[in-house]
Every structure is written in structure tokens, then in C-alpha cells.
């Protein structure tokens, strides 16, 4: 079974930037399209990123023009990298696949966005 495992996160200030890494244990993003998700304390997780297989990004209205979602094949890892970030991204974040598959879900990264 392969394993998804998030780093990266930490506090950083309004306006920062944080890149965060998922490494995936096997080789699947030529299987699945990969996204990020996060879930602020109180709220429902909800999808910010995806890549699919074939390179094409889609991104939530909330992070657009802000994060980057990318890909290392060679490594398997996929990154997000966040810019202008606002108190409002304060959240767990985490990779798996889009759709999610329930057996993928890592531990996630948390981000917190605070002067």
C-alpha cells in the first residue's frame, strides 16, 4: 500500500511563503492525478490543488494565483508551493489523490499563518 507523507509546513507571517512536500512510497502519479487539501479547525477538509497525470493544474478560487501545485516524478514527490500567504490558509494540510482514496490520508503538515 502506498503511503503519503506531508512536510513542509510551520508559522509563518501574513504575505510569507511556505513550499510543502508530500513523498509518496511507490510510483503513482502516472496513475492518479494528485491533489493537496486542507482543513481549518471547525471546517470541512476541502480540495486546493490538483495535478493531474498528464500536467494539467486546477486550482480553488481561494489560492489562485497564490499556489503552484508540481510534481517530481524521479523523486515521487508533489509540492505546493504557497506564496502571499494569508491568515485565512491557517490549516492541516494534506496530499492523496483526486477523488481522495480513504487508505492514502497521511498525517499532514500544518501551516499557520499569524503575525
Known amino acids: 500500500q502506498v503511503q503519503l507523507v506531508e512536510s513542509g509546513g510551520g508559522l509563518v507571517q501574513p504575505g510569507g511563503s511556505l513550499r510543502l512536500s508530500c513523498a509518496a512510497s511507490g510510483s503513482i502519479f502516472s496513475i492518479y492525478a494528485m491533489g493537496w487539501y486542507r482543513q481549518a479547525p471547525g471546517k470541512q477538509r476541502e480540495l486546493v490543488a490538483t495535478l493531474a497525470s498528464g500536467g494539467r493544474a486546477n486550482y480553488a478560487d481561494s489560492v489562485k494565483g497564490r499556489f503552484t501545485i508540481s510534481r517530481d516524478n524521479a523523486k515521487n514527490t508533489v509540492y505546493l508551493q504557497m506564496n502571499s500567504l494569508k491568515p485565512e490558509d491557517t490549516a492541516v494540510y494534506y496530499c492523496?489523490?483526486?477523488?481522495?482514496?480513504?487508505?492514502?490520508w497521511g498525517q499532514g503538515t500544518q501551516v499557520t499563518v499569524s503575525s
Open positions: 492523496n489523490t483526486q477523488p481522495a482514496l480513504r487508505n492514502y
